[in-house]
């Protein structure tokens, strides 16, 4: 059996490398200043632990250039942070005629079915289209809006197709009709500008480890005079809004990676996408790209492809075993045994979706890694397609 010796690792929309830089920081907050944040008035550990915290706390802010007033609640990651903005929205309602809250039918798990916990407690739930690009239909969510409408929350760039949502647009429509914005910011923070005074932002969920920082850290922005309920009972940690000790390396280590973050580092990115995208093009027949063909409006490091006529689950399993990881929409990939919900909320067939395989990148890549992936993609699917039954399937 032929061995393969390079591993490539493409599945940085799902996580990232934790930086170097980020695990030393958050070593010395577990070896050293290892203090509960919330002694800053019993002792001296204390207050060093919560000024790591505060540091983040000011770093993060700083880089979604937020105003006076405007909180950053840290969680333990994106779903929570998504949990606490629509339930403790709805919890906090104090207008019965405001019970509608929009989403979008791309959005991730952790919104789809906190709404749908919301619709079983009496709020309306709508749902706005999308095109076969993964775009909003604006006009779409201004017929949805009304007097009635609580929260709108659309995914800032898609998790799946990497499409980046016309923000200020979508903010502007939103607030119209009085009803506040939410956004799951996850994939976009450092992939593309994110201004949360001039787009008008209400709340806005983050994630470290998609960033390069340490899983089970997170944050809610939640805009001044926005009224948000805590979900969780307990201590008065986080401004009375998540109950808990704080996991302070993790915060550390979250604030740690978005200090470090260089621009030069997501243009490098961005190159290899590119170089990626025009390689699989040119070398593969019969290739779809799902979401923005414009590839200036998906995050840099995203790069989701349809290969007609063979299974998704197929390909990643081979290459797999090439040493290369990549992920499927497809439904072996799908505890719910489902094609992926975000490319047939953008109108694709089954067939599709289950063809469709996400490369997305990371830092630590090289022009290398993608000439061996474009090599052994294209072995796979001539291989694939040799023994497909699937030929005259539509696409």
Do not use: W
Request: charged content about 25%.
């Amino acid at each position: 059996m032929k061995k393969y010796q390079r591993t490539v690792y493409l599945d940085n929309n799902a996580t990232t490398r934790v930086d170097n830089k980020v695990t030393e920081y958050m070593n010395h907050y577990f070896l050293q200043d290892y203090a509960v944040a919330s002694s800053q008035f019993s002792h001296t550990p204390g207050i060093k632990a919560r000024d790591a915290v505060e540091k983040a706390r000011s770093i993060i802010l700083g880089k979604l250039r937020s105003g006076p007033g405007d909180q950053f609640i840290f969680t333990s990651g994106g779903a929570e942070s998504n949990n606490m903005a629509l339930k403790g929205l709805a919890l906090t309602n104090k207008d019965p005629s405001r019970k509608k809250i929009i989403i979008s039918g791309i959005e991730h798990f952790s919104v789809l079915n906190t709404a749908k916990a919301l619709e079983k407690s009496g709020f309306e739930v709508k749902e706005v289209k999308v095109d076969g690009q993964g775009f909003i239909d604006l006009e779409h969510l201004q017929s949805l809006l009304d007097e009635k409408t609580l929260l709108v929350s659309i995914i800032y760039a898609n998790h799946e197709v990497g499409t980046i949502q016309d923000m200020p647009k979508i903010s502007d429509i939103v607030h119209q009709k009085g009803a506040l914005l939410h956004t799951d910011a996850a994939i976009a923070f450092l992939q593309t500008p994110i201004d949360v005074q001039k787009q008008n932002i209400d709340l806005l969920s983050l994630s470290a480890h998609k960033i390069h920082g340490p899983k089970g850290s997170g944050g809610l922005f939640i805009k001044k005079n926005i009224p948000v309920q805590k979900i969780l009972d307990g201590g008065y940690q986080e401004n009375n809004l998540r109950p808990g000790t704080e996991n302070v390396p993790g915060i550390a280590g979250f604030g740690k990676a978005v200090e470090i973050f260089k621009e030069k580092d997501l243009e490098k990115v961005k190159g290899l996408r590119d170089y990626l995208y025009n390689g699989l093009g040119s070398r593969i027949e019969h290739v779809l790209i799902n979401g923005s063909k414009d590839l200036s409006k998906r995050v840099a490091n995203n790069l989701n492809v349809s290969f007609e006529y063979i299974e998704g689950e197929s390909v990643v399993l081979h290459l797999d075993m090439r040493g290369i990881a990549v992920i499927t929409g497809s439904a072996c990939f799908s505890r719910a045994l489902q094609a992926s919900h975000v490319l047939l909320a953008m109108g694709f067939t089954h067939e599709r979706a289950h063809g469709s395989i996400k490369y997305s990148l990371s830092k630590y890549l090289t022009r290398a890694d993608m000439d061996y992936t474009i090599k052994q993609t294209k072995e796979v699917v001539e291989k694939l397609r040799d023994l497909s039954p699937l030929k005259s399937t539509t696409f």
